[in-house]
């Protein structure tokens, strides 16, 4: 019996990473497999989300296209654009980890606790995330989302009948994507690349 975790065209158990470098392409595949989780959450209030992140992946997808020689790795993508006016894919990979980052965090909360419903891990997430990015008109949207989410069971039904075989791989997934989206973060601060973004 597959899952979604069987059906992803790429997971990001395997993103290649090299001395700390992200494979691009590698990871753009990886993400628009976690874009199609949303779908499984069943509310329309979710497009908001998919469209952003799938938006910002379409800018790095741009920029590894028009330079791959210098986009191969996401840092050195940043790193080719650092030192221009034009920092489109930049900008792209800093949101896109900031809404990987919220559902890393979700997803997390959501392993870690067992009884809790989608509702409060999920709201509890964009707490502690992306809420300190998002204005006032932003914020009340996406608060609508988290109140849209699923009951746990069903979510976790549409991952897969067999449920022990989602555990092991939401857990192996959701570990690669938390050290990816840290090592993101952390290169971004390194370098303060993400200032005025």
Same mark, same amino acid.
């Given at each position: ?41 069943? %509310? ?86 992306? %809420? ?57 601060? %390194? ?7």
């Amino acid at each position: 019996m597959s899952t979604f975790f069987d059906e992803m065209k790429k997971s990001f158990v395997d993103v290649s990473v090299t001395d700390n470098k992200i494979d691009t392409a590698g990871f753009l595949e990886a993400s628009e497999s976690l874009v199609k989780l949303f779908d499984l959450l069943g %509310s329309s209030a979710f497009s908001v989300v998919q469209k952003d992140m799938t938006g910002n992946i379409t800018k790095i997808r741009a920029k590894l296209l028009e330079d791959p020689a210098n986009s191969s790795t996401l840092q050195d993508l940043v790193l080719s654009e650092a030192g221009t006016k034009n920092k489109k894919a930049t900008q792209g990979l800093l949101w896109l980890s900031r809404g990987l980052q919220f559902t890393a965090q979700a997803m997390r909360e959501t392993v870690d606790l067992p009884s809790a419903e989608l509702t409060k891990t999920f709201t509890d997430a964009y707490g502690k995330t992306l %809420s300190q990015y998002h204005g006032i008109l932003i914020k009340p949207i996406f608060k609508l989302a988290m109140q849209a989410c699923p009951y746990r069971k069903d979510f976790f039904a549409k991952l897969g009948a067999d449920q022990e075989k989602v555990g092991q791989q939401l857990s192996a997934w959701l570990e690669a994507l938390e050290a990816i989206v840290k090592l993101i973060i952390e290169f971004f601060t %390194s370098g303060n690349y993400g200032k005025g973004l």
